[in-house]
C-alpha cells in the first residue's frame, strides 16, 4: 500500500518571502501522480498543482512550483513571495495512474504567514 | 459550473441515532468519491463511485456505512448506530472521465456525535 508522510506539522514565513513544504512517499509503482491540496480555514480543498511521475520537468503553476525527485520518493512545494492568502493547511496526495482512484492524502502541514 | 455541494454541512447526533448525508456533484462528472477527515489528520479514504456502480470501498467502511449513488448523479451516505469515534468531517470529491486525476472537493460536512 501507498503511503504519504509530511514531516512539518507546522511552518511559518513572513509575508513576501519564500518557504518550501516537504513530503515523502512509499510505493512500488512506476507511474502515478502527486498533487498538493490546499484546505484554507473552514473552507474546502482546492488543487494547487499535479505532478506526473512520468515527466521528469517539475511543475509550475505562478508561484507554486514542486521539486520532485522521484528516486528518492521526495515532493517538495515550493510557495514564491508569500501572501496572507497562502495561509492555509497543505496537503500531500498520491494517486495511482491504473486500478485504485483514490487519493492517499500526509497528515498535513499549518502553513502560517507573518505580515 | 456550481461545484460539488453536500448537505447538511453540519450535524449534532447522539450516539446510537443514523444520519444521511448527500452530496450532488460536478453535473458532468462521473465519478464520485467520499473522503473522511478528522481533526488534524488529512482525509481518509471511504468509497469511490463511477456512475451507480461503487467500485471500491475502504475497511474504513464498516458495516454499519452504506453509500448509494442512484442513476449516476448525486451521492448518500448513511452511518447506522452512530457512535463518538464517527465524530469528523465528511468530504465528497468528484471528477470526470477525461481528468480523471483531478478531483474537485466539496465544503463537506461536520458531523458530532454526542
Known amino acids: 500500500a501507498q503511503t504519504v508522510t509530511q514531516s512539518q506539522p507546522e511552518m511559518s514565513v513572513q509575508e513576501a518571502e519564500t518557504v518550501t513544504l516537504s513530503c515523502t512517499y512509499d510505493?512500488?509503482?512506476?507511474?502515478?501522480?502527486l498533487f498538493w491540496y490546499k484546505q484554507p480555514p473552514s473552507r474546502q480543498m482546492i488543487l494547487v498543482i499535479r505532478?506526473?511521475?512520468?515527466?521528469?520537468q517539475n511543475a509550475t503553476e505562478n508561484r507554486f512550483s514542486v521539486n520532485f525527485q522521484k528516486a528518492a520518493k521526495s515532493f517538495s512545494l515550493k510557495i514564491s513571495d508569500s501572501q496572507l492568502g497562502d495561509a492555509a493547511m497543505y496537503f500531500c496526495?498520491?494517486?495511482?495512474?491504473?486500478?485504485?482512484?483514490?487519493?492517499?492524502f500526509g497528515q498535513g502541514t499549518r502553513l502560517t504567514i507573518n505580515p | 459550473d456550481t461545484g460539488v455541494s453536500q448537505d447538511p454541512r453540519h450535524k449534532i447526533t447522539k450516539r446510537g441515532q443514523n444520519v444521511t448525508f448527500r452530496c450532488d456533484p460536478i453535473?458532468?462528472?462521473?465519478?464520485l468519491y467520499w473522503y473522511r477527515q478528522t481533526l488534524g489528520q488529512g482525509p481518509e479514504f471511504l468509497t469511490y463511485?463511477?456512475?451507480?456502480?461503487?467500485?471500491?470501498k475502504s475497511r474504513l467502511l464498516s458495516d454499519r456505512f452504506s453509500a448509494e449513488r442512484p442513476k449516476g448523479s448525486f451521492s448518500t451516505l448513511e452511518i447506522q448506530r452512530t457512535e463518538q469515534g464517527d465524530s469528523a468531517m465528511y468530504l465528497c470529491?468528484?471528477?470526470?472521465?477525461?481528468?480523471?486525476?483531478?478531483?474537485?472537493f466539496g465544503p463537506g460536512t461536520r458531523l458530532t456525535v454526542t
Open positions: 510505493t512500488s509503482e512506476s507511474d502515478y501522480y
Open positions: 496526495a498520491y494517486r495511482s495512474v491504473q486500478g485504485a482512484q483514490k487519493l492517499v
Open positions: 463511485f463511477q456512475n451507480e456502480a461503487q467500485l471500491e
Open positions: 505532478q506526473e511521475a512520468y515527466k521528469q
Open positions: 453535473s458532468e462528472h462521473n465519478r
Open positions: 470529491a468528484s471528477s470526470s472521465t477525461w481528468t480523471p486525476y483531478e478531483q474537485y
